[in-house]
């Protein structure tokens, strides 16, 4: 996607990627997705309130989403150097497909 490269999908092939991204995406990767909204100064303020909010443990979601930051579907900044956590342009389009707009 970093080529501006564009090309349509039909509906049933957006419902097949659809499947594939909730079988290769786990739960916890799909709720930090989900979760990303601009909101958090920071990675682990966002994945300190999910922790709380949906009793899911600190280390298991971090391990999540160094996991998503390989894939190229988010970015963060690190201690040293902060920054928000932000959906990458890939993240995006694969959070519409997962949300099925």
Do not use: C, W
Not at 59 to 88: D, F, M, Q
């Amino acid at each position: 996607m970093g080529n501006a490269f564009s090309m349509s999908i039909a509906e049933d092939e957006v419902k097949v990627l659809r499947k594939l991204l909730l079988r290769a995406l786990n739960q916890n990767q799909r709720l930090i997705l989900q979760s990303i909204n601009g909101k958090h100064r920071s990675l682990n303020a966002l994945l300190e309130e999910l922790s709380r909010k949906e009793r899911k443990s600190l280390s298991t979601l971090k391990l999540n989403a160094r996991i998503l930051k390989e894939l190229g579907l988010i970015e963060y900044g690190t201690k040293e150097n902060p920054k928000p956590v932000t959906l990458t342009e890939e993240g995006r389009f694969v959070l519409k497909l997962l949300e099925g707009s």
